[in-house]
């Protein structure tokens, strides 16, 4: 316990976006939130006060900051999985624990296990040769897509194989430099959603409506919540199968189900068990943010309501141009509260580079159409400096 404050000590690994704002939200509950970053820099380290400098590859660092914490959590999945059993075997409280965390952390395990337990996911095969992915190619049909099994985000360790040569070409390169690869089915799917989900070491769930992910270039640019058009039995299909996801891994905290939406229903794409982007519109949409039942979750709190603040809730991410802007930062601010005073803005702390996440906008409102229209506008604006309706910030339109 922190003895300042009468209030367990939160350790996350990690100090990126997500530990800034589970920041955030740890303050709201009274709680103490320790940060193992890289540096500094991180958008974590220059926010919070309890922040080690460390690396999550360095047992000894782990050690050293565990100590004092009631319990550890993370805002990445790089932990590697031997560290935490070290850790675990010292009686350190881990959420999620390694024998969860292996499932986002390798896609063929999560994927194998997933199929044993009944989850519907697209046909895959592990990869060790070229020739396992011409097979698979046969069966299945061109193009599939070739995975790195483990690390991979934003489009990263992801390639699309059109036709059989792309494979012969792709594939012996990266076997040649040691990445462990996957095959599966590219899915003819209608869209992507996102199922968000905490489960507390009690055993209790809460899930908040399910999402649309829009993505550009493997990157996700907005989330429209709840998904539009979107059946009630297949929401709550998602629902109960993150739900039921988590309790057979043994999920303690947020987990958040990528999924791809089919004629036949839906499949699970990926796991990421932490606050996610997909969740980034709980922070002003929802009754409870992601980042605070996250909290709630690994210490064991009975969890938030997910109700929706508003009939339309859109997030969009605020992405680093390809050039600098003019304006600096400051000042595209201040000219986006000119215009829509109901953005919510969030932003990291980031160095802005070319298709960086460097923030997000959150925007409530009544009609889906218009809260999406200014939602976007508002990123880019942010991102760019520059209206993409024509709207003038001298004299209007």
């Not at 046909?123 to 040769?129: A, D, L, Q, R, Y």
């Not at 809460?206 to 999402?211: C, D």
């Not at 109960?240 to 089919?262: D, K, S």
Request: proline content about 7%; hydrophobic content about 45%.
């Amino acid at each position: 316990m922190d003895p300042r404050t009468g209030t367990p000590v939160v350790g996350m690994v990690g100090g990126g976006q997500l530990a800034r704002m589970t920041h955030q939200a740890a303050i709201a509950l009274g709680q103490s939130l320790r940060v193992l970053a890289v540096s500094e820099a991180d958008p974590a380290a220059l926010v919070a006060r309890d922040v080690q400098i460390g690396t999550h590859t360095d047992l000894e660092a782990l050690r050293s900051f565990a100590k004092g914490c009631e319990v550890l959590t993370f805002d990445h999945e790089h932990v590697p999985a031997e560290h935490l059993h070290a850790l675990v075997a010292e009686d350190v409280t881990v959420h999620p624990g390694p024998d969860a965390l292996i499932y986002a952390q390798d896609k063929l395990r999560m994927r194998v296990k997933l199929r044993e337990l009944d989850v519907p996911v697209p046909p895959f095969t592990e990869v060790t040769e070229v020739a396992e992915v011409l097979r698979f190619g046969a069966e299945h049909g061109w193009p599939c897509v070739l995975k790195a099994v483990r690390g991979g985000y934003d489009g990263r360790g992801v390639w699309m194989l059109n036709t059989p040569q792309s494979a012969e070409r792709t594939v012996p390169e990266l076997l040649a430099a040691g990445t462990p690869l996957m095959v599966e089915q590219c899915v003819p799917m209608r869209r992507e959603l996102a199922a968000l989900i905490a489960r507390s070491p009690f055993g209790q769930g809460a899930a908040w409506p399910v999402v649309q992910t829009v993505q550009s270039d493997g990157i996700c640019v907005e989330v429209l919540a709840p998904a539009p058009d979107l059946s009630e039995a297949l929401a709550q299909q998602a629902q109960e199968l993150a739900l039921r996801i988590a309790a057979e891994l043994g999920v303690v905290g947020v987990l958040a189900v990528e999924l791809f939406e089919t004629a036949d229903g839906v499949l699970v794409n990926e796991l990421a068990m932490r606050p996610h982007n997909s969740g980034h519109w709980t922070m002003d949409g929802a009754g409870t943010s992601q980042f605070e039942q996250h909290v709630r979750a690994v210490l064991d709190y009975p969890l938030g309501l997910t109700d929706l603040k508003a009939p339309a809730v859109v997030m969009a991410n605020v992405l680093g141009a390809p050039a600098p802007p003019k304006m600096g930062v400051d000042e595209r601010i201040h000219h986006l509260f000119a215009r829509f005073p109901e953005a919510r803005v969030h932003l990291y702390g980031k160095a802005e580079r070319p298709g960086r996440k460097v923030g997000h906008v959150n925007v409530l409102g009544q009609d889906l159409a218009e809260t999406r229209r200014r939602a976007t506008l508002a990123a880019h604006w942010l991102s760019h400096g520059e209206w993409t309706d024509g709207y003038d910030v001298h004299g209007g339109n």
